[in-house]
């Protein structure tokens, strides 16, 4: 733990607020974009958006020279795509772990210490977590990763992606209790429905399907 700490803290730390101004604006667009996702419910949308918010942090990185993070950020807009149709298409799973190797590749192709493994080990903790069809494993897991990637932008001097980092947590945590929400919600709905009987309310009204929330007009546990 001491090396550790002694390699961090020995690491050069650019000024955080001597970004260039092209690098300032896509980062803080990237920041808008990644606190809207957790917001969405459906899963393909939340992976949209992943992916164009991952576009512009690889040039934001790319501007302030942190080029690990900027490599993982391309790998990441691209897995977000190659995740969409692992919902509905089982077999394409194949397809997306092969994108698993680059994550090793552009870690030795970039390596520049601390910063290289913080992003390494980040967009390992969204890849696993973008595997996931369901909504709560996926939303989890995500949230889980932002400490690595804290880690990665303070060495590499990153202040939007640090601003990222805590407004995605919070707006992670909000999209989190409202999925859990809904699905009490669904739940408790069905279990009354099932209960009544059906002398007194007449023929009982069919359970919603698995994933959709009574009067929500759609799914509320993506697919």
Sequence with gaps: MATLAA??????RPPLFSIPL?????GLAGVALNVAWPMLRVRRSMLLVQAVSGL???LH?????????????????????????????????????LTL????LGLALTWNGWPSVFASLGMAGIAVGRYQTRVLPFRVILVSTVPF???????????????????????????L???????????????????TPASATGPA???????????????????
């Design 101 to 104: 190797p680059a994550i090793a």
């Design 61 to 97: 990185y790319a501007l302030i020279g942190a080029h690990t993070g900027s490599l993982m950020n391309a790998l990441a807009a691209l897995q977000a795509l190659a995740a969409i149709p692992l919902g509905e298409r089982p077999g394409f799973r194949v397809v997306y772990l």
């Design 149 to 175: 990637w804290t880690g990665h932008n303070l060495l590499v001097g990153s202040l939007p992606g640090l601003l990222s980092d805590a407004l995605v947590t919070v707006s992670s945590l909000v999209g």
């Design 7 to 12: 390699g961090l803290l020995n690491h050069a």
């Design 22 to 26: 092209p690098a300032l604006l896509l």
């Design 177 to 195: 209790r409202r999925h859990l929400l809904r699905e009490r919600r669904s739940e408790s709905s069905a279990k009354g429905r099932l209960n």
């Design 56 to 58: 512009c942090f690889v």
């Design 205 to 223: 009204s069919p359970a919603p399907p698995a994933g959709e929330a009574p009067g929500s007009g759609g799914p509320s546990i993506p697919r």
